[in-house]
């Protein structure tokens, strides 16, 4: 298991649920966020069909690079452009996209195995 996967297994922000302004983690409300093992930071998404590189430089940043990129996409499924997605995996960055309550899930399951992983969660409404 590499090193930063032992450090980091179950630690970090964690979505503890749901209100009617948002997500609730670590004690705060977030509209929308964006998530890495390490921080939690609210965010000013786009609209899904507008998503682009730059609203993810944040998550980008993270070092090492993230396996993937959950992407919650808000009330309800959406798919993200296929040239973000083109372009995440050309930096060996996979992607998956499904409603913002399922990401939100998906982020505290897949952490809770220590996975080096980055979400961006579009508002729930």
Do not use: C, K
């Amino acid at each position: 298991m590499p090193r930063w996967e032992q450090d980091n297994r179950a630690q970090g922000p964690i979505v503890q649920g749901f209100t009617e302004r948002g997500f609730s983690v670590d004690g705060g409300i977030y509209e929308a966020l964006l998530l890495t093992p390490e921080r939690a930071d609210g965010w000013s998404p786009p609209p899904v069909g507008s998503l682009e590189l730059e609203h993810l430089e944040p998550l980008l940043a993270l070092q090492p690079q993230p396996e993937f990129l959950i992407i919650g996409t808000g009330p309800s499924m959406a798919f993200p452009p296929r040239a973000l997605v083109r372009a995440l995996e050309e930096r060996g960055i996979g992607v998956e996209a499904m409603d913002s309550r399922a990401a939100a899930r998906t982020w505290g399951m897949l952490r809770g195995e220590g996975r080096w992983i980055a979400a961006a969660l579009m508002p729930l409404a």
